[in-house]
């Protein structure tokens, strides 16, 4: 018997679970697992014509996120996956949405190709999108695939198509990281501070305190995890040691490390891929005025390279509301159906 709401949902499409053994993620360097969960979501009417096929739009996840945390939910409110599912109920351009996990024991990997993370950007783009093409009637052409995310996955979605624009044509990025500068360097000094009256300087006690209290958290935690893990995804060397862009004692800028934050920046990025960018069809951008790690104004100056580089007014939607960082769940149906409308045929 199906429950009904809030506690169940009334499935009009159908989310199926996959698990995927990635080669490129065997001995990553952290030691995470290399097999990994996959959703992938099939609209309504998928199977009442088989001869149909489909845009398909990747949803990558936040900071400390993981696959199945899609599923939560909130009081008086549909989970992420069920609110999608709504959505292309009502009649709306249907597509495949594709659910990628790339959690790490730091707790994000930015879906970049790191030493000191693991190839994430690789298991994206090189081994996700062809089991979708193989498995679903996709569109299997970069005119008619998206990827969408939130914060770090808000920052996937930006550079991934920069990277790879033979892969994907759009892109929908709400509060992702950018304008290093405004929404990490700001963390330097609460994470210097902490290190030095709490470890010491030293960030493996840190991560063995982390680790001794699950469940416990300190008000100093948020900052060390996060500039540790952008750390491990922008500034890791060969040999993947860790370079901080901060001395751990003083919080005093370490420019040349900094530098290589920096070339991650997509605002600063941007010219670098200029004809990648003004060739994707679509690119919302989103971000609550209040956000906390001032990824508001990272929207702006974003929005504002892409008008630099030429891409056309009329392919791009930015947008500030009322909110600040969290509870951003309401934003992402319309924003994956408002791009599902741009990559259709």
């Known amino acids: 018997m199906d429950l009904p709401p809030p506690w169940g949902h009334p499935w009009a499409g159908r989310l199926e679970e996959h698990v995927l053994d990635s080669e490129a993620l065997t001995a990553n360097p952290l030691g995470d697992p290399h097999v990994r969960p996959l959703y992938v979501y099939t609209p309504p009417a998928y199977d009442a014509d088989a001869g149909r096929r489909y845009p398909s739009i990747y949803l990558i996840q936040g900071m400390t996120g993981q696959l199945d945390m899609w599923r939560n939910r909130k009081a008086f409110g549909r989970t992420v996956v069920e609110s999608v599912d709504a959505w292309f109920a009502d009649g709306h351009e249907p597509a495949i949405v594709v659910y990628v996990d790339a959690w790490t024991r730091f ?28 498995r679903y009637r996709t569109f299997a052409d970069a005119a008619h695939r998206g990827i969408a995310g939130k914060s770090s996955g808000g920052y996937g979605a930006m550079v991934t198509p920069m990277l790879r624009p033979d892969l994907f044509g759009g892109l929908v990025t709400h509060a992702g990281d950018a304008l290093f500068e405004v929404c990490y360097q700001p963390e330097f000094p609460q994470a210097a501070r902490a290190l030095r009256d709490e470890y010491d300087g030293s960030f493996d006690a840190f991560w063995a305190d982390f680790a001794s209290r699950p469940g416990r958290s300190k008000r100093s935690d948020a900052a060390l995890v996060n500039e540790w893990a952008m750390a491990a995804c922008y ?24 530098e290589r934050w920096l070339a991650w920046d997509p605002v600063r990025m941007a010219p670098r891929h200029a004809d ?29 390279e892409l008008a630099t580089i030429g891409v056309p007014a009329d ?24 791009l599902t409308e741009r990559l259709a045929p």
């Open 107 to 134: 707790g994000g990997s930015q879906f970049l190709d790191s030493p000191g993370t693991g190839r994430y950007h690789t298991y994206l783009c090189d081994e996700v999108v062809p089991f979708v093409d193989a």
């Open 235 to 258: 500034s890791a060397d060969a040999d993947g040691a860790i370079r901080l862009p901060f001395e751990p004692l003083t919080g005093r800028l370490v420019p040349e490390i900094w």
């Open 276 to 304: 990648a960018l003004r060739g994707l069809r679509a690119i919302w951008i989103d971000a609550g005025r209040s956000d906390e790690y001032f990824l508001d104004l990272g929207a702006d100056a974003f929005r504002a």
């Open 315 to 338: 392919r791009v939607r930015h947008e500030l509301f009322d909110g600040a960082h969290g509870g951003l769940e309401w934003r992402y149906a319309e924003a994956i159906g408002w």
